[in-house]
């Protein structure tokens, strides 16, 4: 039976050994060694299936982490949109980048 490519985990960005992997249960912190971040990779951008929702998490954090079912469960997490559903894609990063539920926030009013 052949995979199809929108079940698969992307373990990819600031990696030595980028992972594509069928597994999207159980503990991310022996996948992440086993990508090998680079030095001073210390953030990881979480992306949901849909491409609209992603959290930028503490790879700290990620590696004490686990995917339940496709949805990312981070103990002790600060907030609960770290609980992205759906995950399809971990893109390891040099320093936190834009969550998307800051990137969809209005303007400020002048």
Do not use: N, Y
């Not at 990620?62 to 399809?88: H, I, Y």
């Not at 320093?95 to 400020?108: I, K, L, N």
Request: charged residues 25%; neutral net charge.
């Amino acid at each position: 039976m052949t995979e199809r490519s929108e079940d698969l985990l992307m373990i990819a960005g600031a990696v030595r050994r980028p992972l594509e992997l069928v597994q999207r249960s159980g503990p991310l912190g022996p996948l992440l060694r086993l990508a090998d971040p680079e030095p001073g990779a210390d953030h990881a951008t979480v992306h949901a299936r849909d491409g609209l929702f992603r959290a930028s998490v503490p790879l700290a954090a990620l590696t004490a982490a686990s995917l339940e079912g496709g949805r990312l469960r981070v103990p002790g997490a600060p907030t609960r949109c770290w609980e992205v559903k759906d995950v399809v894609r971990i893109e390891l990063t040099h320093g936190p980048r834009p969550d998307s539920v800051e990137a969809r926030r209005p303007p400020a009013a002048d």
